[in-house]
């Protein structure tokens, strides 16, 4: 089924307010955020698993660790700006592969790398306007 727009749109724009990412290594992915500058909490809820939660504005990230390899999303890709990405670059260098190095774009200075688990996480810092 095509999704088609009809009339007028009576509702906001949403805001992105949770992202659960699934890790067969949570301990090094959080902690490959944390380099980040991500603050993680360990929470665990009833009867579920533990897994680790950190709060960006409005934005809730949370760690949870993966059932099976399966579980695992090596194709989503996850960007941050930063305030300097060569510095960022500098703490990850022994912690991550490095697709592509600082390279200025229309977007800002940008690289990406990839985390624990594959994910590709683009870095960047937009230039003042």
Known sequence: MAWQFVGERDITTPRLNLLVIRSEFPVQTVGFYELLGLNFQEEKHGKGPVHWAAEVDSL???????????EVDG??????????????????????????????????????????DGRSVELVHEPES
């Open 60 to 70: 809730v990230i949370e760690v949870y660790p993966a059932q099976s390899f399966e």
């Open 75 to 116: 194709t989503t890709r996850i960007g941050f700006e930063v305030d300097d990405v060569k510095s960022v670059l500098a703490l990850l260098k022994d912690q991550c592969d490095v697709v592509s190095n600082r390279k200025q774009t229309q977007w800002g200075l940008r690289a990406v790398v990839k985390d624990p």
